[in-house]
């Protein structure tokens, strides 16, 4: 990880435990999909891919698939997520983990304001052309989200700043 060589991580657990807890940077990618997703997340056949799972057999089974489908230098972290975590190396929990990390470390730095739920009602009554991103993702934003706001997962938002930055009034 530390080489600065590409590299594919691949947590092959269903989406729920990779929730609960994963290798950071992983990509969640459970089993049932690798055929239907692989190709897409990894178009480079010799790139190194990386599976692991609870130390049970899924990750031998979906490092079989991936060498099914071509991949030349696949590997199966011996242990899975248990050996990792006990060997003393980082994990973490939810989704979005590095954006919402990046996210987080720049709220702090450059002290972004922050305003009450009270005060974004009175700045929408105050102006009718406000506009509201929700930088959450698509599945977070379709639970609850505050009326009007625009879903714009955070690493969507960078193809938004040129048009917000010409609205200074926004």
């Given at each position: 990880?530390?080489?600065g060589?590409?590299?594919?991580?691949f947590?092959?657990?269903e989406?729920?435990?990779?929730?609960?807890q994963q290798?950071?940077?992983?990509?969640?990618?459970?089993?049932?999909?690798?055929?239907?997703r692989?190709?897409?997340?990894?178009?480079?056949h010799?790139?190194?891919?990386?599976?692991?799972?609870?130390g049970?057999?899924r990750?031998?089974?979906a490092a079989?698939?991936?060498?099914?489908m071509?991949y030349?230098?696949?590997?199966?972290l011996?242990?899975?997520?248990?050996?990792w975590?006990?060997?003393?190396?980082?994990t973490?929990?939810?989704?979005?983990?590095?954006?919402?990390?990046f996210?987080e470390?720049v709220?702090s730095k450059?002290?972004?304001?922050?305003?009450?739920?009270?005060e974004l009602?009175?700045?929408?009554e105050y102006?009718?052309?406000?506009?509201?991103?929700d930088v959450?993702t698509?599945q977070?934003?379709s639970r609850f989200?505050?009326p009007g706001?625009i879903?714009?997962?955070g690493?969507d938002?960078i193809?938004w700043?040129e048009?917000?930055?010409?609205?200074?009034?926004?």
């Amino acid at each position: 990880m530390n080489s600065g060589k590409s590299y594919a991580l691949f947590d092959v657990r269903e989406r729920g435990e990779y929730n609960a807890q994963q290798i950071f940077t992983a990509t969640s990618l459970p089993r049932g999909q690798i055929e239907f997703r692989l190709l897409s997340l990894v178009p480079t056949h010799n790139v190194p891919l990386v599976a692991y799972d609870d130390g049970g057999e899924r990750a031998s089974l979906a490092a079989t698939t991936m060498e099914r489908m071509g991949y030349e230098k696949v590997f199966v972290l011996q242990g899975g997520l248990p050996a990792w975590s006990s060997a003393g190396y980082r994990t973490v929990s939810g989704v979005n983990v590095p954006s919402k990390a990046f996210g987080e470390r720049v709220h702090s730095k450059r002290k972004v304001p922050e305003i009450t739920p009270e005060e974004l009602q009175a700045l929408r009554e105050y102006n009718r052309d406000l506009t509201i991103l929700d930088v959450r993702t698509p599945q977070e934003y379709s639970r609850f989200c505050v009326p009007g706001a625009i879903n714009v997962p955070g690493g969507d938002l960078i193809l938004w700043a040129e048009a917000l930055r010409q609205r200074p009034d926004r």
